[in-house]
Structure formats: structure tokens, C-alpha cells
């Protein structure tokens, strides 16, 4: 036992040292591996980088995925519940009617918006998804636009003021409201507030001409009771595919309904073209890779059929030789994957570096987890393998007189 383990251990130390010792032809195949591995790690790390990012933002771009109502209808609280059952339905919530949706922010004298909108919002809605909850009826989430025409920020107070006619006279109804998040444009372009379903339920109120708990007046009908039905919906699809569904359901139901059918068309041929040509990429640079490495290990194969030969007269069989030129392959391999994931993160910085600063939304455009990786590395170890394997099995087959003869 002692003496097999002893051989095996022999030839890996004898494999070792003929790579030192044909250290020139051992860096020549080193670079030619480099010269394929790293260009194939950046390109698949900008594909998981910014064309990912971009992928996933056009297919669930909040304005592609909503399903507008058109008019006013009477939706019921069933209503809703049924819409927010059906399994393409991603966000649903209470709409008024579009007059009143509209508000003036003001920060001050100067800095104010003027019919604004007012939409209503809560946990799951799309655009608000990445900002903080809203609990209470003197807060709102303000676009960017709206923010930087009031020069307001997160945790300033800023008033609404609606305005409404009754008994021929107009009244302002004033509130003042915390401004807790500030929504991206990319997200939200126009200038809008977000609120919560209360307090819009509250603009309505007073808009009817009702006294409002939060819009204080010393006129208006006294009725406590809020109506139980809504002219309309803010309601979204959970994916681009689901959106046509959902909307023929609403229109069974006798809603009519308007979606960005051709934008969802666009987005959708955008991705199919997308996917095809990474598809064809990879599909050319790993045929490409594995091109590269068998002409570089069967050549090296081929270089060695006399040591070959030599080997096997002096007594080493034929899958002690083959073990032999694997040990060789794997070590090459290992190498040149330690040396191109050194180019990789140098490669990596100046893409993030120089693009992120073009690219305001994709600060990361070239990324790959460390999974990513380890399948990069079994990959380069499973290609060198089978390649040595074959191009060995066909040296080793070769009887040893005749190798020499040729030699």
C-alpha cells in the first residue's frame, strides 16, 4: 500500500517538476488560457452586472405593469377583494375621483406646487416599495420633482391646501403634513404626493362638502359616514405577461380598462433580443474556450509522445501516465484561473468605476457572486480534463517503439 501511494506521489512530484522545468511552454499555455478565461468572466459579469439590472427594470418598470380604469365607476370593497385575489394582481388599492386627486403643496411662499397629484398608496405599491411606510395621516412621500420645486426635504412639514365651492363660495381646506420619503424619479417623474388611502378618503369628504376631521372649516354638512365605494382604481400586474390577463378579467366584469399594450410589446421584444444575444455570446465563447484549450493541452500532448514513450519502457503503465498529464493539465488550469480572476477584479473596478459614474441608476455594472465563480472554476478543471483525457488516451495507445521510431 505504502509503495503504491509512494508511486502515485512520484509521479505528481515528477509531473510538477517537468512544468518547472518546460516552464516556457508552461507560461505559454498558462497565458493562453488567461487570454480566455478573463474576457469570458468580465463579459458574464457585465451581463449579471448592468444588463440584468437593465432587464429587470424594463420588465417591471411600475408604469408598464399598471392597469388603468377608465371613468368613474362604483367599485365596492368586493370588488377590490376579488381583484386582489386573482394571482396576476400584484398591488390594488381605492382611487377617487380624478378632481379629487389634486392638491397644492406649499413649503413656503415661494416654494409650492400647484395641482399637484395626490395618490394614495400603501405597503406593496410598486413605486413606493423602497420607501418608508406611511401610518399615519400627516405624512406623505414626495416625488422628486415635487421635493425640489418646495426645496423640501425628509422630515420637513409642508402644508396642502384644497380648495372647494359650496353654497357659491370657495373654501381652502389646510392640513400640514411630514414629509418622511423623497421617491426616486426614475420611479415617479411628475410632480406628486403619496398619502395614505385615509387621508385621501378625507380630501373627498371635504370636496363633497362634508366637515373634515383633518381639513378643519366651520362649514359643511356633519355626516361621520364615509362613502363604502370608489370611482376607481390604482392597480398593477406582478409581471409584463400577466398584465393582458388581468386586464380582459377587469373588462369581463364590465371595467374598462387602458395598459401600455405597445411599451409591454417593446419591453418584451427588447428582452427576447437581449437573451439572444447573450445566448449566442456564450454559446460561441465557451465553444471558443474549449477550441483554445484543446489545442493548447493536445499540442503540449503532442510535444511530450516521446517522453511518453520513454515512460511507459521504463514501466509506468498506461493510467500512471495518463495521471501524469492530467496532474500536469489541472495545475496549468488552476493557474492560469488564479491569475485571470486577478485580471477579472482589476477589469471589474475600472467597469464600475468608469461606467457607474455615466450610469446614475447601475452604480454596479460589472458583478459576479462568489458562486459564480466556483462554477467558473469547475468548468475550466471538467474542460481541461476531458480534453487531456482524450488527447492523452490517443498518445498512450501508441506503442512506445514506434513513438521513438518517429521521434
Given at each position: 500500500?505504502?509503495?503504491?501511494?509512494?508511486?502515485?506521489?512520484?509521479?505528481?512530484?515528477?509531473?510538477?517538476?517537468?512544468?518547472?522545468?518546460?516552464?516556457?511552454?508552461?507560461?505559454?499555455?498558462?497565458?493562453?488560457?488567461?487570454?480566455?478565461?478573463?474576457?469570458?468572466?468580465?463579459?458574464?459579469?457585465?451581463?449579471?452586472?448592468?444588463?440584468?439590472?437593465?432587464?429587470?427594470?424594463?420588465?417591471?418598470?411600475?408604469?408598464?405593469?399598471?392597469?388603468?380604469?377608465?371613468?368613474?365607476?362604483?367599485?365596492?370593497?368586493?370588488?377590490?377583494d376579488w381583484i386582489a385575489?386573482?394571482?396576476?394582481?400584484?398591488?390594488?388599492?381605492?382611487?377617487?375621483?380624478?378632481?379629487?386627486?389634486?392638491?397644492?403643496?406649499?413649503?413656503?411662499?415661494?416654494?409650492?406646487?400647484?395641482?399637484?397629484?395626490?395618490?394614495?398608496?400603501?405597503?406593496?405599491?410598486?413605486?413606493?416599495?423602497?420607501?418608508?411606510?406611511?401610518?399615519?395621516?400627516?405624512?406623505?412621500?414626495?416625488?422628486?420633482?415635487?421635493?425640489?420645486?418646495?426645496?423640501?426635504?425628509?422630515?420637513?412639514?409642508?402644508?396642502?391646501?384644497?380648495?372647494?365651492?359650496?353654497?357659491?363660495?370657495?373654501?381652502?381646506?389646510?392640513?400640514?403634513?411630514?414629509?418622511?420619503?423623497?421617491?426616486?424619479?426614475?420611479?415617479?417623474?411628475?410632480?406628486?404626493?403619496?398619502?395614505?388611502?385615509?387621508?385621501?378618503?378625507?380630501?373627498?369628504?371635504?370636496?363633497?362638502?362634508?366637515?373634515?376631521?383633518?381639513?378643519?372649516?366651520?362649514?359643511?354638512?356633519?355626516?361621520?359616514?364615509?362613502?363604502?365605494?370608489?370611482?376607481?382604481?390604482?392597480?398593477?400586474?406582478?409581471?409584463?405577461?400577466?398584465?393582458?390577463?388581468?386586464?380582459?378579467?377587469?373588462?369581463?366584469?364590465?371595467?374598462?380598462?387602458?395598459?401600455?399594450?405597445?411599451?409591454?410589446?417593446?419591453?418584451?421584444?427588447?428582452?427576447?433580443?437581449?437573451?439572444?444575444?447573450?445566448?449566442?455570446?456564450?454559446?460561441?465563447?465557451?465553444?471558443?474556450?474549449?477550441?483554445?484549450?484543446?489545442?493548447?493541452?493536445?499540442?503540449?500532448?503532442?510535444?511530450?509522445?516521446?517522453?511518453?514513450?520513454?515512460?511507459?519502457?521504463?514501466?509506468?503503465?498506461?493510467?500512471?501516465?495518463?495521471?501524469?498529464?492530467?496532474?500536469?493539465?489541472?495545475?496549468?488550469?488552476?493557474?492560469?484561473?488564479?491569475?485571470?480572476?486577478?485580471?477579472?477584479?482589476?477589469?471589474?473596478?475600472?467597469?464600475?468605476?468608469?461606467?457607474?459614474?455615466?450610469?446614475?441608476?447601475?452604480?454596479i455594472v460589472s458583478q459576479l457572486q462568489f458562486?459564480?465563480?466556483?462554477?467558473?472554476?469547475?468548468?475550466?478543471?471538467?474542460?481541461?480534463?476531458?480534453?487531456?483525457?482524450?488527447?492523452?488516451?490517443?498518445?498512450?495507445?501508441?506503442?512506445?517503439?514506434?513513438?521513438?521510431?518517429?521521434?
Amino acid at each position: 500500500m505504502d509503495n503504491v501511494t509512494s508511486k502515485w506521489r512520484f509521479i505528481i512530484r515528477l509531473s510538477l517538476a517537468d512544468l518547472c522545468y518546460d516552464k516556457k511552454v508552461s507560461f505559454c499555455i498558462i497565458a493562453s488560457i488567461i487570454s480566455v478565461i478573463t474576457p469570458l468572466l468580465l463579459l458574464f459579469s457585465l451581463k449579471y452586472g448592468v444588463v440584468a439590472q437593465l432587464r429587470h427594470q424594463l420588465l417591471n418598470d411600475p408604469q408598464n405593469l399598471e392597469i388603468k380604469i377608465v371613468g368613474n365607476l362604483q367599485l365596492d370593497q368586493q370588488m377590490f377583494d376579488w381583484i386582489a385575489k386573482q394571482p396576476e394582481t400584484a398591488f390594488v388599492i381605492p382611487l377617487t375621483r380624478s378632481l379629487n386627486t389634486q392638491a397644492d403643496l406649499l413649503n413656503d411662499s415661494s416654494h409650492f406646487v400647484n395641482n399637484a397629484e395626490v395618490i394614495p398608496t400603501a405597503k406593496g405599491d410598486p413605486i413606493t416599495q423602497d420607501m418608508p411606510y406611511l401610518p399615519h395621516k400627516n405624512q406623505i412621500l414626495l416625488s422628486s420633482l415635487a421635493a425640489e420645486k418646495m426645496q423640501a426635504a425628509i422630515g420637513s412639514r409642508i402644508k396642502m391646501v384644497i380648495t372647494r365651492q359650496l353654497d357659491g363660495k370657495l373654501e381652502k381646506g389646510r392640513t400640514e403634513l411630514e414629509v418622511i420619503g423623497i421617491i426616486p424619479e426614475v420611479y415617479y417623474s411628475r410632480a406628486a404626493g403619496f398619502i395614505s388611502l385615509d387621508l385621501l378618503i378625507e380630501m373627498e369628504h371635504f370636496y363633497d362638502g362634508y366637515q373634515s376631521e383633518i381639513f378643519l372649516t366651520g362649514t359643511g354638512l356633519t355626516d361621520s359616514s364615509y362613502p363604502n365605494s370608489f370611482a376607481r382604481a390604482r392597480i398593477y400586474a406582478n409581471s409584463l405577461d400577466n398584465v393582458a390577463p388581468l386586464a380582459f378579467k377587469l373588462r369581463e366584469k364590465n371595467i374598462e380598462t387602458r395598459t401600455q399594450a405597445n411599451a409591454i410589446e417593446n419591453m418584451q421584444a427588447i428582452d427576447r433580443v437581449l437573451g439572444f444575444i447573450f445566448s449566442v455570446i456564450a454559446i460561441t465563447a465557451i465553444f471558443g474556450c474549449i477550441l483554445s484549450f484543446s489545442g493548447s493541452f493536445l499540442s503540449n500532448i503532442e510535444r511530450k509522445r516521446k517522453d511518453i514513450a520513454f515512460m511507459r519502457l521504463i514501466g509506468f503503465k498506461s493510467k500512471q501516465v495518463m495521471f501524469y498529464l492530467l496532474i500536469q493539465a489541472m495545475t496549468l488550469s488552476f493557474l492560469a484561473f488564479i491569475v485571470s480572476c486577478l485580471l477579472f477584479l482589476l477589469g471589474n473596478c475600472a467597469f464600475n468605476l468608469v461606467l457607474g459614474k455615466n450610469l446614475v441608476s447601475q452604480p454596479i455594472v460589472s458583478q459576479l457572486q462568489f458562486y459564480h465563480f466556483i462554477i467558473a472554476f469547475i468548468l475550466t478543471l471538467l474542460i481541461s480534463f476531458v480534453v487531456v483525457a482524450i488527447g492523452g488516451r490517443g498518445a498512450i495507445s501508441i506503442q512506445p517503439a514506434e513513438s521513438l521510431r518517429e521521434a
